[in-house]
């Protein structure tokens, strides 16, 4: 069997701040098959947008190692390693250069690497343009001058245009519009078909991730608190927190009221973390032993559950 | 019973920019009105009309626009500033930037009450408090001598709600509450809303693109597109027939949890919003509309599907449609 297209193996991250030690990851390993969707649900500060930068190695671990395509990411040239994996990010606001066109936007990275002549990168940017629904009129304006949906085609392009293999997305619908959203979703996924992509597809809108993931990682103060394929893990959620997660999503069904969470008011807070199960303090079934030993991994078929009580 | 919010005919333009073109909604005590559609469609420029907050150089004109029966239109500012973030409150979209850096959470919402109503510190004191614990804010003491950049979003957005209830108003217009919070949180303040809406019988006039929050919190649902409100319903009635083919798209491009179907694509609606300048004749949505023909350039009929169901379409209603 050919290596998994991401392999992260028991990574560890911390950050100093002013009022000590931040962790943002706390070891967390998981795999990726090549082709696949796995997608990264969490609140804000779990460490999701961390995991993302660790695995597209703009950020190196203090301790574990991350794998891409079966090569530690840390060893690897900047060059090979943008041919390998690209981001899409949350913002096309502020990751696109506003004094840039979008061409030279799109071509930035064959341009980077330096070996590609000036016809080449010409026919590729247009190719790419063409892919994500842009018109060549399109390739001479400014950022500014684009919508919301047009900005996150180019940043898109943009992460295309190296033929990646692997592409990291965080959040990338979540400054956009329902109706324009439906409109990226669509075309990552016709994008990964085509091109036999593997995503790692960071969001924390659940549906938006039922929709786009095959499988499911719920991320809590650091730690992959569950995992499981899609079906399974949105079907029979085992974590109280997947279960808050997924009783806290608004569906449009009129009638229905906003439900009670039971989460109460304690807020986590990665400077500070609890003894025992790091979500006892919220979590609504919490018994003694929480609050003083750390739950094992409960596993299943494609993952499984941290918690004493699934 | 009489509405608190009255508002006929609302137009709004910048230049030679139409961004709110003629529309009308009411407000009743206890009624929460959701005011629904995609970014540029002129819904925070109607709330900042009705507060009177809009940037200078903008032409705000209405038929009618009153708040329990008196006009607002001729009021002088003075009076305006009388009832702003009093009877008549206002949550806006980013606690980050609509809270002061420079001043404490306790400075900033005894102000109101002191200016208002002319408190004492020590009574505003503990108004502030008070509210701050019912917007679920633990330790409420020790916040009212924070500064804003020592909360989380989330409390920001609460310490923003409890802001707005300090002088008890009748009428509260929310901006996206919700939008900036993760979603465990968006329900509880959601409840919170709920709640205090129920105890207190105020009136919301509530503002968002997401319609999984229109389905469960709203009474009444208008859907505005490009300045103009297209559809106005009671909630239910909006969600089983919609008439209008920009509401129908708008349900089609919302992932619904478990009704996914993970190889077929997400409806959407192709295009993007045209900007209206002055002379715009017809529907304003014909370009993106499966449905548009030679005559939606000219005129946008005004129909009924319902006693209490209106929409801007030449198309019959859902409901005729689907029996037909």
């Known amino acids: ?310 | 019973m009489s509405p608190l919010l009255e508002i006929e005919n609302l137009r709004v333009e910048f230049g030679r920019t139409s961004a709110v073109r003629g529309i009308s909604l009411k407000v009743a005590p206890g009624e929460t009105h959701c005011l629904v559609g995609e970014s540029g469609c002129g819904k925070s420029v109607t709330s900042l009309a009705v507060m009177n907050l809009l940037a200078r150089g903008a032409q705000r004109r209405a038929d009618r626009l009153a708040f329990k029966g008196e006009d607002l239109l001729g009021l002088p500012e003075r009076a305006m500033a009388r009832l702003r973030g009093n009877a008549m409150a206002m949550i806006f979209q980013e606690p980050m930037t609509s809270l002061n850096p420079a001043y404490t959470i306790g400075s900033q919402m005894t102000e109101v009450l002191r200016r208002h109503k002319g408190a004492s510190q020590r009574v505003a004191t503990e108004r502030a408090a008070d509210l701050l614990a019912r917007v679920g804010i633990t330790a409420p003491g020790m916040r009212l001598g924070q500064f804003p950049h020592q909360l989380s979003g989330g409390l920001r957005q609460r310490v923003m709600i409890a802001m707005a209830l300090m002088c008890d108003p009748q009428l509260l217009i929310a901006d996206e509450p919700t939008t900036a919070l993760d979603v465990t949180v968006q329900a509880q303040i959601l409840r919170l809303l709920a709640g205090l809406q129920r105890d207190l019988g105020l009136g919301l006039l509530l503002i968002t693109h997401d319609l999984g929050i229109v389905a469960r919190v709203a009474t009444r649902v208008s859907v505005m597109y490009a300045g103009e409100i297209v559809e106005s319903a009671p909630t239910a009635e909006l969600f089983a027939n919609p008439s209008h083919p920009y509401t129908q798209g708008l349900l089609r491009c919302v992932p619904v949890p478990g009704k996914v179907r993970r190889d077929e694509p997400l409806g959407s609606i192709p295009g993007t919003v045209p900007r209206i300048g002055a002379g715009f004749t017809g529907c304003a949505f014909r370009d993106r509309c499966d449905f548009a023909d030679a005559s939606c350039a000219v005129a946008v009929p005004h129909q009924r599907a319902g006693a209490t169901h209106d929409y801007l379409c030449r198309l019959a209603p859902q409901s005729a449609r689907t029996a037909a």
């Open chain 1, 1 to 310: 069997m050919s290596a998994p297209a991401i392999e992260v193996l028991q990574v560890h991250k911390t950050f100093a701040t002013g009022g000590g030690r931040v962790v943002a990851v706390d070891d967390v390993s998981f795999a990726i098959p090549a082709g696949g969707v796995l997608g990264v649900v969490g609140e804000s500060g779990c460490g999701k947008s961390t995991m993302a930068r660790l695995i597209l190695g703009l950020l190196a671990p203090d301790s574990g190692e991350v794998k891409v395509e079966g090569q530690a990411v840390s060893g690897m040239d900047r060059k090979a390693r943008a041919r390998l994996i690209q981001p899409v990010f949350q913002d096309p606001f502020s990751s696109l250069n506003p004094l840039a066109r979008v061409k030279d936007i799109v071509a930035m990275p064959l341009v980077a690497q330096g070996t590609f002549g000036r016809a080449e990168i010409g026919r590729r940017v247009d190719e790419l343009l063409a892919r994500v629904g842009l018109s060549a009129e399109m390739g001479r304006r400014l950022p500014a001058e684009l919508s919301g949906g047009q900005r996150q085609r180019v940043a898109i392009a943009r992460a295309l245009v190296l033929r990646p293999r692997i592409v990291v997305c965080d959040e990338p619908t979540s400054a956009l519009d329902v109706s324009v959203q439906a409109q990226i979703l669509n075309l990552l996924a016709e994008l990964r078909r085509d091109l036999g992509l593997t995503y790692l597809f960071i969001s924390h809108n659940l549906a938006v991730v039922e929709h786009v993931a095959s499988e499911v990682a719920v991320m809590y103060l650091g730690r992959i608190v569950e995992r499981g394929s899609t079906d399974a893990l949105f079907a029979r959620p085992e974590h109280p927190y997947t279960k808050a997660l997924l009783a806290s999503v608004l569906t449009p069904e009129p009638g229905l009221g906003v439900p009670d969470v039971g989460l109460g008011d304690a807020l986590p807070d990665p400077a500070n973390m609890p003894p025992g199960c790091r979500f006892h303090p919220r979590c609504p079934v919490a018994e003694a032993r929480c609050a003083s030993e750390s739950p094992p991994l409960r596993k299943r078929a494609n993952g499984g559950a941290e918690c004493w009580l699934a």
